[in-house]
């Protein structure tokens, strides 16, 4: 369980760091947006690159975050109703959601995704506005994206069961809520 454990901390230091990079793409795309919105107000000229791009910054900004939003605990769930249920059945439905519908709908998206990126890559496809980009690099944020989601998966898995083992104490819950949690296990 101890390498499983290395590996996921290998996997968490991992998201980490592409999440924290990739927040610095929130800054990119305002500065584009804005440089665009006074080109286009100042000098009557506009290109749909810059437009594009935008949306390009954004597109990996979401899917290069969505790793870091679950490895911080962020992602969307219904707390009022997890958190009436005790401990040990939040873990189990944890392990049921990453096993049956996380990693399943991962995989799926990288399944899928794959041939959708070469296909691009391999036609060099651009986009149908005029002085558009071209698509692939686009395209494989989703493949990459789906990527790092499917890893991190597998890291909160080893955690959660790692938590049920009284390995180690849960990384979601608040120190002192921890806290006291070992002392009951000790």
């Known amino acids: 369980m101890q390498a499983l454990l290395s590996l996921s901390r290998a996997i968490d230091r991992m998201n980490t760091a592409i999440g924290r990079a990739a927040m610095w793409l929130i800054l990119a795309a305002v500065l584009v947006s804005a440089g665009n919105a006074v080109v286009r107000k100042a ?7 810059w437009l594009e791009l ?16 679950l490895l911080n605990n962020e992602h969307i769930r219904i707390d009022i109703i997890s ?12 392990i049921f959601g990453i096993l049956f519908f996380l990693g ?23 986009s149908m506005n005029a002085g558009g980009l071209i698509l692939w690099p686009a395209k494989s944020l989703v493949v990459i994206g789906f990527t790092l989601l499917l890893i991190q998966a597998v890291s909160e898995l080893i955690k959660r069961v790692a938590v049920m083992r ?4 849960d990384p979601h819950e608040a120190p002192v809520e921890a806290e006291a949690n070992l002392s009951q296990i000790h």
């Open 166 to 169: 009284g390995l180690i104490p």
């Open 54 to 69: 935008q949306w390009y910054l954004f597109g990996a900004v979401f899917m290069l975050c969505g790793a870091y939003t």
């Open 83 to 94: 958190q009436m249920l005790p401990k040990r059945v939040r873990n189990w439905i944890e």
């Open 104 to 126: 399943p709908f991962c995989l799926i998206h990288i399944w899928h995704g794959i041939p959708f990126l070469i296909r691009s890559y391999d036609l060099q496809e651009r």
């Open 43 to 49: 000098l009557s000229t506009s290109s749909n690159a």
